[in-house]
């Protein structure tokens, strides 16, 4: 079986080189017995790899139970886990099987492991090592044969240092680690997310359609989505509802943006960092747009001063525009001898990225220093509709 096939079997989404190489990883483990622990951020899809595990191996029939650790209280936990006799606790009327006997033969996922108190710790790193443990409140040994899978969004290493994690069960754990890369780093993932979500909810939920223009899938893909696939999934969902039957443009994906749930990554703008404060937004894209301008024309200069060294330039015959202010206020002229003001450079600069970029709005606007949503708002500001 393929990668691709086996991520379409199991349903795990994902072009991108980081999830290709999670997803061989799965492939090699999951005939086996061996313990795993999946770590990654909240919300990237911890459980669905979990799943693929299980779904491949030789439990495949068997039961899959999923328990977070984190959503169960502390005095519950362990009880639920290894079950109770009658009478060994307030409340304990009748004898109760816990998650390790329900899923006898099976896999059992532990997700959010690092919230587990250490006491219970204890006695999980014992059903794993020996597959014994007792039910609270009785002293018989009981022996399960349950392949446990654990995640958890917190790093491990810094639990253990910390003293909230025991190391000798990190370590048992920890046979195979797999991290799962939250979706800044894999953008070329979103727009697959995108399409799954759509066709899904709106095939389940019996409505009809327009789908994302490119130009809006461009706009998401620039986000850097913290909480995940599960925060891009709800938006994709709730802008089906309210856009019910239409097409969602650019503008459209704007107005659903959370203003603070989601932010553009800052990689392509620090270096053009830092701008002046006490401006307005405006002028401060105004002011990063200018310094990524001088930035093309200083590689232009060194491009043709390359091309000169080497006999070439006449063949290119390659014009080195100057722009009326540098960085430092520097006045010049434009490469045709007219004057140019700051609206007509940010049109010329705009349009040499995205030509650059073969269209690609998304890469054009990281290049240029700004968010794709700012670049869509002086594409319409300037009416640019032909780039």
């Known amino acids: 079986m393929t990668v691709e096939e086996f991520q379409g079997k199991f349903g795990i989404v994902g072009v991108s080189v980081a999830m290709r190489e999670v997803v061989a990883t799965v492939m090699q483990i999951a005939p086996t017995d061996v313990t795993v622990l999946i770590s990654g951020e909240s919300g990237v899809g911890k459980e669905v790899i979990?799943?693929?595990?299980?779904?491949?191996?030789?439990?495949?029939?068997?039961?899959?139970?999923?328990?977070?650790?984190?959503?169960?209280?502390?005095?519950?936990?362990?009880?639920?886990?290894?079950?109770?006799?009658?009478?060994?606790?307030?409340?304990?009327v009748e004898s109760r099987k816990g998650y390790f006997e329900i899923t006898d033969g099976g896999t059992l996922f532990l997700d959010e492991i690092g919230d587990m108190p250490l006491p219970t710790q204890v006695k999980l790193l014992r059903v794993i090592e020996t597959g014994e443990f007792m039910r609270v409140g009785s002293s018989a040994t009981q022996k399960v044969d349950v392949r446990v899978i654990a995640a958890s969004n917190k790093s491990l290493d810094a639990e253990v240092a910390k003293g909230y994690f025991r190391q000798d069960l990190y370590f048992r754990l920890g046979s195979v680690n797999l991290r799962i890369p939250p979706l800044r780093e894999r953008r070329e993932d979103i727009p697959l997310f995108i399409e799954k979500f759509s066709e899904e909810f709106s095939q389940r939920n019996k409505i009809k359609f327009g789908g994302f223009t490119q130009e809006a899938i461009?706009?998401?893909?620039?986000?850097?989505?913290?909480?995940?696939?599960?925060?891009?999934?709800?938006?994709?969902?709730?802008?089906?509802?309210?856009?019910?039957?239409?097409?969602?443009?650019?503008?459209?994906?704007?107005?659903?943006?959370?203003?603070?749930?989601?932010?553009?990554?800052?990689?392509?703008?620090?270096?053009?960092?830092?701008?002046?404060?006490?401006?307005?937004?405006?002028?401060?894209?105004?002011?990063?747009?200018?310094?990524?301008?001088?930035?093309?024309?200083?590689?232009?200069?060194?491009?043709?001063?390359?091309?000169?060294a080497n006999g070439l330039e006449r063949k290119?015959?390659?014009?080195?525009?100057?722009?009326?202010?540098?960085?430092?206020?520097?006045?010049?002229?434009?490469?045709?001898?007219?004057?140019?003001?700051?609206?007509?450079?940010?049109?010329?600069?705009?349009?040499?990225?995205?030509?650059?970029?073969?269209?690609?709005k998304s890469?054009?606007?990281?290049?240029?220093?700004?968010?794709?949503?700012?670049?869509?708002?002086?594409?319409?500001?300037?009416?640019l509709k032909d780039v």
């Open 363 to 383: 890469m054009a606007a990281n290049a240029l220093g700004i968010s794709p949503r700012t670049l869509y708002r002086k594409l319409r500001e300037y009416k």
């Open 218 to 308: 461009e706009i998401l893909t620039g986000l850097d989505w913290p909480g995940n696939v599960r925060e891009l999934k709800n938006l994709v969902e709730s802008i089906i509802v309210l856009e019910r039957g239409n097409e969602v443009n650019a503008v459209t994906a704007e107005k659903y943006i959370p203003k603070a749930g989601a932010f553009y990554s800052t990689e392509a703008t620090s270096k053009f960092l830092p701008v002046r404060v006490g401006k307005t937004p405006e002028e401060s894209e105004r002011e990063l747009i200018l310094r990524a301008l001088w930035e093309i024309k200083n590689d232009i200069v060194d491009l043709k001063n390359l091309l000169e």
């Open 50 to 92: 979990a799943r693929a595990i299980q779904g491949a191996s030789m439990r495949a029939d068997k039961a899959f139970v999923a328990v977070n650790c984190g959503a169960i209280p502390e005095g519950i936990l362990e009880s639920e886990l290894f079950g109770h006799q009658r009478g060994a606790f307030t409340g304990a």
């Open 316 to 360: 290119l015959a390659l014009p080195v525009p100057q722009y009326p202010f540098g960085l430092h206020g520097e006045v010049g002229n434009s490469a045709n001898g007219k004057e140019l003001n700051l609206e007509e450079m940010e049109k010329y600069l705009i349009r040499a990225a995205i030509e650059k970029y073969h269209g690609n």
